[in-house]
């Protein structure tokens, strides 16, 4: 592909403003400056550098992002920034959207794609892809509560019980509850049918993802192939 095709398809601007970086020497790759926009360059592992950031090419972008409180995931948010202002411009031009939403105060992991397949690959209900949500409750989790989670509450919204895939409880107030659909605010108001009151609210995995220790709230990383292929990415 040609170097500013790429750099276009990566999100770096216009076609004009990806030849003008290759021409005033702003892209580097294979450890040296490029200065022709047409350049053919393989896209297999290819690396490349624009204004001192290293890049990978990605024909589809999918990325995880380890959400801080305090950002919204709409695209037009209305209280609070939006989680898309943590991602550096080429990302948020190529077009990457969350795969599904995280509540404004809920931390922990969240994915980024620019593709529409597999954000519905993901997100729908049929594909049952396991999320895993740490959980702080207002008051004492007891074995009753325990075993309605598991067994399906009903929602206000929805005759139909929606259950928990598994849950842990870890202390009198924590525990941790697989779910494999996504309803709106589906664990805050799972645990108010039971009685209780999610005081504060993790997702540490999506599928076969865990968010990594070392990403601090705010940072994202690349998906690599191996795990994309592991989601049912590839
Ligand atoms: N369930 C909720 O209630 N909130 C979230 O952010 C995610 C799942």
């Not at 931390?107 to 690959?121: N, Q, S, V």
């Not at 019980?161 to 589906?186: D, I, M, N, W």
């Not at 039971?194 to 997702?203: A, Q, Y």
């Amino acid at each position: 592909m040609r170097l500013s095709q790429i750099l276009f398809s990566q999100g770096f601007g216009s076609r004009r403003e990806c030849a003008a970086l290759i021409g005033h020497g702003e892209v580097q790759w294979a450890g040296r400056t490029a200065d022709d926009p047409d350049e053919e360059v393989a896209t297999d592992g290819l690396v490349f550098n624009v204004q001192g950031r290293a890049w990978v090419y990605q024909a589809h972008a999918l990325i995880l992002m380890h959400k801080p409180a305090g950002y919204e995931c709409s695209q037009k948010p209305r209280h609070h920034p939006s989680v898309m202002s943590l991602l550096p411009p080429p990302l948020r031009r190529r077009g990457v959207q969350p795969v599904g939403r995280l509540d404004e105060d809920t931390t922990g992991l969240l994915l980024f794609t620019d593709d529409g397949a597999l954000i519905h690959r993901l997100t729908s209900p049929k594909h049952h892809v396991p999320k895993v949500y740490e959980i702080e409750v207002k008051h004492p989790l007891d074995d009753d509560q325990i075993a309605r989670l598991l067994g399906g509450v009903v929602l206000d919204d929805d005759p139909t019980p929606v259950r928990a895939a598994a849950v842990q409880r870890r202390t009198s107030f924590t525990l941790s509850l697989t779910l494999t659909e996504g309803k709106y605010h589906q664990v805050k108001r799972m645990l108010a049918a039971v009685g209780n009151r999610v005081e504060k609210l993790h997702r540490s995995t999506f599928g076969a993802l865990t968010l990594p220790p070392d990403l601090a709230p705010g940072g994202w990383c690349w998906v690599s192939a191996d795990e994309a292929r592991a989601l049912g990415g590839a």
